[in-house]
Structures are given as structure tokens and as C-alpha cells.
């Protein structure tokens, strides 16, 4: 069975940092891309970062640009999302998500090329 578990959400205060980590199992790490989706009540997801461990490619959202760090951790098969100078509108529940898509235009930030999905941990950033 293929699992993802995502943990590290939390309360943070505007400005504040988190650190998620999503750990993957029933996979071969290396093969796949994660990516990190966040949804707001009300909202559809929206892609925050994705990274290709195959090669360590990264991509991210601009509302996050310049504040979040994407890695992956190969050895643990864990992805890690570093945010910092968090903001209010960061609230959301955070996924984590697995894609082997190897397409021609891979659009990473589309949340249905992604196959298996992590349960949600919820960040809350107060002002």
C-alpha cells in the first residue's frame, strides 16, 4: 500500500515558522514528485511547491515564493516544507501528494495528476 503521512502543522504567530514533513511508504521514493497542496475552507486546493526527487527539482507557488523551502530527505523517503514569515492567509489544511507523472508539460500545481494523498495537518497563523 502506498501511505503518506503528513505532520508538523500547528499555531504559529505572523511571522512564525513551521516545518511539515510528509513520509512516504509503499513506494520507490526516488521515482516520484511530491507535492504540497494547501485548502482553505471553501476553496479548491491550491498547489504550494512541488520537488522531482529524482533529480531535486523544484517548484513553487508565487504567494510563497521566497518563504518556503521544499527538500526531500531520500534516505528517510521524507519531504520536508520550511515555512517562514508565515502569514495569515497561510491558514489552511496542508496535503502532501505523490505524482509519477513523466508527461511532456508537467503541471505540477494541478491537483489531479496526483494519486495518492497524505490525511492533512492543519496550520493556523494568527496576526
Known amino acids: 500500500d502506498v501511505r503518506l503521512v503528513e505532520s508538523g502543522g500547528g499555531l504559529a504567530q505572523a511571522g512564525g515558522s513551521l516545518t511539515l514533513s510528509c513520509v512516504v511508504s509503499g513506494i520507490t521514493f526516488h521515482d516520484y514528485a511530491v507535492g504540497w497542496f494547501r485548502q482553505a475552507p471553501g476553496k479548491e486546493h491550491e498547489g504550494v511547491s512541488c520537488i522531482v526527487n529524482e533529480d531535486g527539482s523544484t517548484h513553487y507557488a508565487d504567494s510563497v515564493k521566497g518563504r518556503f523551502t521544499i527538500s526531500s530527505d531520500n534516505a528517510k523517503n521524507t519531504t520536508y516544507l520550511q515555512m517562514n514569515n508565515l502569514r495569515p492567509e497561510d491558514t489552511a489544511v496542508y496535503y502532501c501528494?505523490?505524482?509519477?507523472?513523466?508527461?511532456?508539460?508537467?503541471?505540477?500545481?494541478?491537483?489531479?495528476?496526483?494519486?495518492?494523498w497524505g490525511q492533512g495537518t492543519q496550520v493556523t497563523v494568527s496576526s
Open positions: 501528494a505523490l505524482t509519477s507523472w513523466d508527461g511532456g508539460s508537467f503541471m505540477w500545481d494541478s491537483a489531479e495528476i496526483y494519486d495518492t
